[in-house]
């Protein structure tokens, strides 16, 4: 008989038994997947990111047999400040201009989910004496300057730009523009003390929508410009992101 009731124990605990163990297991240690199947087939290949701020809306693109092709358009779940550049630290702008993204700007453990620095102040920004930093792109719908996305979205985004650089893209640009830089949205600015400054990054906006291709931006005078054909993109006077977070 005490063989049976043993036997019996042991089955009557044996959930328990899995049950504790499984409360026990770290869930960050546990890699969840963050993209749907749909998309799996993309990650690794290279990726750009353009923002547009008035639309509040994130458009990631991947490219796919030659051309960045629009994958996702995320609705940004919080910016702050207006259109209009970030001038100085503690305005609580968002900023807007041509960035980029590396490994060191990456921070998977961030206090806001994830994060990724988009390397403001730029070659630009420093040339103005505009002042600021930890601008990043981050999760948990917060924001005093940065441009912040919900967990789920955060962490698509997130993987695709990881994947890219461990696949071998140097730099992800990231390119952040007012609103779409049509002729008639500028007309509509045409007064804002902006506008001298929107008409330059309109050079950069337009050549991704003729080329499909992300424009090499480069810094001349204090003026961003399209970088002249075969410029190779470790020149100089190449905006860079010497910041990590």
Known sequence: MSKYLIVLSALLLSPLSFYASAQSVDPF????????????????KPVYIRIIKEEKKLELFVQNQGNYQLVQSYPICNYSGGLGPKRYQGDFKSP?????????SLNPNSKFYRSFNIGYPNQFD?????????????????????????????????????????NGQPQVDINIFPFRMTNENLQRYSHSVHYDFWQQLKSGYDFFEK???????????????????????????????PFSQ
Do not use: W
């Open 96 to 104: 807007e201009g041509f960035y980029q993204v590396t490994r060191q």
């Open 29 to 44: 240690m546990v890699e969840q997947p963050t993209v749907s199947p749909d998309k799996q087939r993309l990650l690794g």
């Open 211 to 241: 080329t499909h291709q992300p424009p090499n931006m480069i810094v001349v005078n204090g003026r961003y410009d399209l970088a002249p054909q075969g410029l190779l993109a470790n020149n100089q006077q190449k905006i860079n992101n």
């Open 126 to 166: 420093q040339q103005h004496g505009f002042t600021g930093k930890h601008l990043m792109v981050h999760g948990d719908c917060v924001s005093s300057g940065c441009y912040a996305m919900t967990d789920k979205q955060i962490a698509e985004i997130y993987q695709f730009i990881d994947y890219a650089l461990i």
